[in-house]
């Protein structure tokens, strides 16, 4: 053993206190002894409130304490559980306040895990390099399945959820169970023979899409998932395949060959029934819609016929208020007449005066008229002599002024052949014909001197 980085070089008789002895002595265990993977059964576990593991780590022949932190302790895939067979990978200490050799726990895994999940990377690796699962293989789940396929074990609490989801989602739905062990060196044969068998009757049995599932549990337990039987019959089989095994952080071999892999045994019932939920709750929505609009419609029409009713009075009522309605009207239908015949009894009354004073006597008018007569016969002779002494004034004017009456005095009128009257001598020329009108008659001549 080497010796502690804290030890002093004393001699026999040197006194070292016992904080050194345990300091020394941790830092001997941990320098001799590096981080290893240590076997064991748990034994006397303690989970402390501050997140904390302390058990002990025991076979037939020898035990040591351990304690695993609690950032250490959150990290396990599993739940540790006193009596489980584990491997530890720990570091060898010493506990210094109380002098108590202990192992400090960085990881813990079930007993055999290790070979196990070896065995599992190599199968994974093996048939990925084969295309067993290429994305490009994987098919569509139907989206209105008409029956489900699932093959699990009729104990096993996957199947109860599995029924309780699809009942709860889909119960219209048949669900035929292909019951197979999920657990055990014989259950991958039997589960790959139930996966077959469902292939085999789907079209019998009316089934679409076919659910392999299993609670969750250690490495050991879903053992039975990452056999290659059953992965080649998940390939093989004509219905596409939905796996739920284990918990969300679960992964198999089957997960990676199926179709589609599920987080649980009710998310692979989910998923199936995924179309059913949506047009259920669409539906549900509609529905939600429909009542509302029924709603305000139905409201809408008590308002209004709250309304109607507020206007609506006993036809009693009605017919007293047309009787006072009619009666009123007559009043005043009877008091307006009055007022008119009252107006027109003093507008007759008055035209009666009127005409009576404008009534004509005839006996002065004719006398008045014969007056008239007189005065207008003497105005028309007056208006006719004074017409006629105008005449004749005008006659006797015209007399004077008309030409013949010139030309009977001795005088005439020469004109020119076209009509025209000469009125200069400067304006004839020798052999010109002219004729000159007097007063009973006209002659014509020829101009023979100039």
Known sequence: MNPPSTSLRNGATDVVSVSWLNRAAREALEGSFPLMWIAGEVST?????SGHLYFTLKDDQAQVRCTMWRNRAQSLSFRLEHGMRVEVRALVTLFEPRGDYQ??????RQAGVGNLYEAFLRL?????????????????LPRFPRGIAVVTSPQAAAWRDV?????????????????????????????????QRAGARAALDGNDVLLV???????????AFNDERVARAIRACPLPVVVGVGHETDFSIADFSADLRAATP????????????ELREGLEQLAARLRRSMERRIDAAAQRLDRAAARLTHPRQRLERSQLRLTIL????RASMARHLASRQARVAGLGLRLKAQRPDPAQKRAHLDALGQRLQRATHGLLARHQARLDALQQHLAHLDP??????????????DGRIVRSAAGLTQGTRVRIEMSDGSVGATVNED
């Open 266 to 277: 009710t998310a692979a019932a989910e998923l199936a029934s995924a179309a059913y939920m």
């Open 163 to 195: 029924t309780a989801a699809l009942a709860r989602r889909a119960p219209q739905v048949p669900v035929c169970l292909y019951p197979t062990p999920v657990q055990g060196d014989t259950a991958p044969a039997q589960i790959a023979a139930a996966i």
């Open 103 to 108: 192992l400090s726990v960085e990881n813990v």
């Open 45 to 49: 576990l303690t989970r402390a409130a």
């Open 124 to 140: 994974k690796a093996r048939l990925e390099a084969e295309g067993l699962f290429d994305p490009a293989h994987k098919r569509p």
């Open 213 to 223: 599932v299993r609670g969750g549990g250690s490495l050991e337990d879903l053992a």
């Open 330 to 333: 007559d009043q005043g239908l």
């Open 404 to 417: 013949r009456a010139v030309l009977a005095r001795g005088y005439s009128i020469t004109r020119h052949a």
